[in-house]
């Protein structure tokens, strides 16, 4: 019994939920340049990010990062798959969805790239105006 109490005393135990570089990804509510935008921002702030959906937001997922990657912008840290039980209703039994969570990191031109897309709206902008 003390062995037992000794590693639960001794379990790290960290909360996911209040990462400040993750995306939790939905295929309604959002459009999916919001999400590319979004992460693209993130990278900025924190030097990567860490997208997550579920179920059949896992394509849209798997698309923002390929975005990122075709575009020079992140590069893939660390993919990591599961299963979670949910439950529709409150007295509803569980069911089983699928979880996908991509890390992708600042490319080594990421700053370079980022610098030249904002010096190409600025002089869009003036154009316009």
Same mark, same amino acid.
């Given at each position: 019994? #003390?062995?037992?109490? !000794?590693?639960?005393?001794?379990? *790290?135990?960290? $909360?996911?939920? *209040?990462?400040?570089? %993750?995306?939790?990804?939905?295929?309604?509510?959002?459009?999916?340049?919001?999400?590319? *935008?979004?992460?693209? %921002?993130?990278?900025?702030?924190?030097? $990567?990010? +860490?997208?997550?959906?579920?179920?059949? /937001?896992? /394509?849209?997922?798997?698309?923002?990062?390929?975005?990122?990657?075709?575009?020079?912008? /992140?590069? +893939?840290?660390?993919?990591?798959?599961?299963?979670? $039980?949910?439950? #529709? $209703?409150?007295?509803? %039994?569980?069911?089983?969805?699928?979880?996908? #969570?991509? @890390? @992708?990191?600042?490319? !080594?031109?990421?700053?370079? @790239?980022?610098?030249?897309?904002? #010096? =190409?709206?600025? @002089? =869009?902008? =003036?154009?316009?105006?």
């Amino acid at each position: 019994m #003390e062995g037992i109490t !000794e590693a639960v005393n001794n379990l *790290n135990i960290t $909360d996911s939920s *209040n990462k400040k570089n %993750r995306i939790q990804v939905s295929n309604t509510k959002k459009p999916l340049f919001f999400y590319v *935008n979004l992460a693209k %921002r993130y990278m900025q702030q924190h030097n $990567d990010v +860490e997208l997550s959906a579920l179920g059949m /937001a896992i /394509a849209t997922v798997v698309t923002i990062a390929e975005i990122l990657k075709n575009n020079g912008l /992140a590069v +893939e840290k660390k993919i990591m798959t599961s299963t979670v $039980d949910m439950r #529709e $209703d409150a007295g509803g %039994r569980p069911i089983q969805k699928a979880k996908i #969570e991509i @890390l @992708l990191g600042k490319s !080594e031109k990421f700053d370079e @790239l980022m610098a030249a897309a904002q #010096e =190409e709206a600025a @002089l =869009e902008y =003036e154009e316009q105006n």
